[in-house]
């Protein structure tokens, strides 16, 4: 269904046709009432309304891509200086035979992340704290943040992913796989914190942290003595009037929850505890996004507006890739412009939302699959980033043949990151494998060691030691190269 909404449609008064020709004084007394008359008739051909619209080859794809049963459904929204617009295909779930539409609910995932980089800045802006403070002066105090080096790490560290904490602690082990974060708590987070050194110098390399950011969100909450969700609200969601943005399920946020899915079957939402929350935890509809996205470009004025603005500048020095705000990342695009986006996935959900920095144009997609959306966001935003060509899993398969025999020597766990480990598993001649806290997604042969997703842009590389055996893997995603030892 596609919808247009225009942000201006102000009628053309007769007062103000003055303002659209010019009337040449000889002229004048032949410009009488029925001119005037004709003239309107004919002006809304000639002067017409530019109207935002969802690009026809994303239509396509979105329809192609739930037709195929890639994804369940797909919302996409666009916002540009003429208004908003939506295309939304497929259906709430496989009971709820409703079709999805830009207040349906969907996991956002980790666009979480850039809700509590704004809370940040908003704390920062009020004067409360500052973005070099240090992490040790918001720890209860039987709690020591890790140093090295004589350095301490720094909030805006952690809302930055330059932290040196790793992407999940090594004490997180649910107790369901598949709702990972219902019980994760503020004590396990202290004591993570609390043994942890650090492996590398803070600010010196960007590392993707899970753990940092849903430590910031808990700090942020503790000190205005409040959950993760309630400051969430007070500070963005009331004043935007987000009314179907929250973290726990209100009866009409349930009602109209689109349920997520992996590899076709539906799967269990994730619970997210105030520890973890502002990790990945906020649940919203394509028109809340879109409204949040308008209010961070200024195109809807708001008292939060300043803190967004302060969330968009990178805070990494000049030339360190990749560009990241608070929360958000920042990626140069065509005409040396710069996009400020955010991804987000959970069990069975994927989302995009950004914007080009300094012009009116902005676009959310969300869907109800654990496949990525984000090239149809980036396309929106950037036309010469190309759609992916998206194939249904039982069409995904491989030109390389590889024997079950050596695949069984790929099956086992890999650890990545301190508590973050790739499980890779064989059924038939297919290997898949899942990450700590995410779905099992398959992967294909490149050539007998060197294994691809579909759904990502993403390889593994498993590595031979003299010997012969597997000893370790490499996965190769968004340029970086980050080896796990084989541990099981």
């Known amino acids: 269904m596609l919808y247009f909404k225009p942000s201006n449609s102000n009628p053309i008064r007769i007062s103000n ?34 109207q935002t619209k969802v690009p026809d080859d994303v239509v396509a794809a979105v329809k192609s891509r739930v037709d195929k049963g890639i994804h369940f459904s797909i919302v996409v929204g666009v916002v540009d200086a003429s208004g908003t617009a939506y295309y939304s295909y497929g259906l709430k779930s496989e009971k709820n ?13 980790s666009i979480s992340k850039t809700f509590t980089g704004i809370l940040l800045a908003d704390a920062v802006l009020k004067g409360k704290m500052k973005l070099d403070d240090p992490l040790q002066e918001y720890l209860p105090k039987d709690v020591t943040a890790p140093t090295r080096n004589g350095a301490a ?42 043994s942890y050194p650090l492996s590398q110098d803070i600010g010196s390399n960007y590392a993707y942290s899970n753990y940092a950011v849903g430590l910031l969100g808990l700090i942020l909450a503790n000190q205005k003595g409040v959950s993760y969700e ?86 990494r020095a000049a030339g360190e890739t990749p560009m990241v705000g608070l929360g958000w990342h920042i990626s140069p695009v065509a005409d040396n412009k710069e996009m400020v986006w955010h991804n987000g996935g959970t069990g069975g959900y994927r989302s995009f939302c950004g914007f080009i920095k300094g012009e009116n144009k902005g676009v959310v997609v969300l869907t ?13 935003l950037n036309p010469s980033s190309p759609l992916n060509e998206r194939k ?5 398969t491989s030109d390389v043949d590889v024997s079950p025999v050596i695949l069984d020597t790929y099956v086992g766990q890999y650890e990545l990151a301190p508590g973050f480990i790739l ?5 038939e001649n297919q290997l898949s494998a899942q990450a700590t806290g995410q779905g099992k997604l ?6 007998e060691n060197t294994f691809f997703y579909k759904v990502v842009e993403a390889q593994l590389v498993f590595n031979k030691n003299d010997k012969g055996v597997v000893e370790s893997v490499t996965l190769l995603q968004g340029g970086q190269k980050i080896t796990g030892k084989k541990i099981e």
Do not use: C
């Not at 992407?167 to 107790?175: I, M, Y």
């Not at 997520?260 to 028109?287: C, K, L, P, Y």
């Not at 398959?442 to 050539?447: D, H, L, T």
């Open 17 to 50: 046709i003055s303002n659209l020709i010019l009337i040449h004084k000889p002229f004048k007394a032949m410009f009488n009432k029925r001119i005037i008359l004709s003239f309107l008739l004919l002006l809304p051909a000639t002067i017409a309304l530019a």
């Open 97 to 109: 035979k409703e079709a999805v539409d830009e207040h349906t609910v969907y996991e956002i995932g």
């Open 153 to 194: 790490i720094k909030l805006v560290n952690l809302s930055n992913h330059t932290s040196s904490l790793p992407r999940l602690p090594d004490n997180f082990h649910p107790a369901d796989a598949a709702n990972p974060y219902v019980d994760y708590t503020e004590k396990q987070t202290y004591a993570f914190l609390n």
């Open 230 to 315: 309630q400051l969430m609200i007070d500070v963005i969601a009331k004043p935007l009037e987000l009314n179907d943005t929250r973290i726990v399920l209100t009866p009409n946020m349930q009602k109209n929850l689109a349920l997520g899915h992996d590899q076709g079957s539906e799967v269990a939402n994730w619970d997210f505890t105030s520890t973890v929350a502002g990790a990945g935890g906020i649940r919203s509809t394509a028109a809340d996004m879109l409204k949040y996205v308008s209010a961070n470009m200024g195109s809807i004025k708001s008292k939060v507006y300043p803190a967004m603005e302060l969330s968009h500048k990178n805070t």
């Open 368 to 380: 109800s699959s654990a496949e990525s959306v984000d090239d149809i966001g980036v396309h929106i």
């Open 392 to 396: 249904k899993a039982a069409e995904a």
């Open 423 to 427: 499980t890779v598993s064989r059924k």
């Open 442 to 447: 398959p992967v294909f042969a490149k050539s």
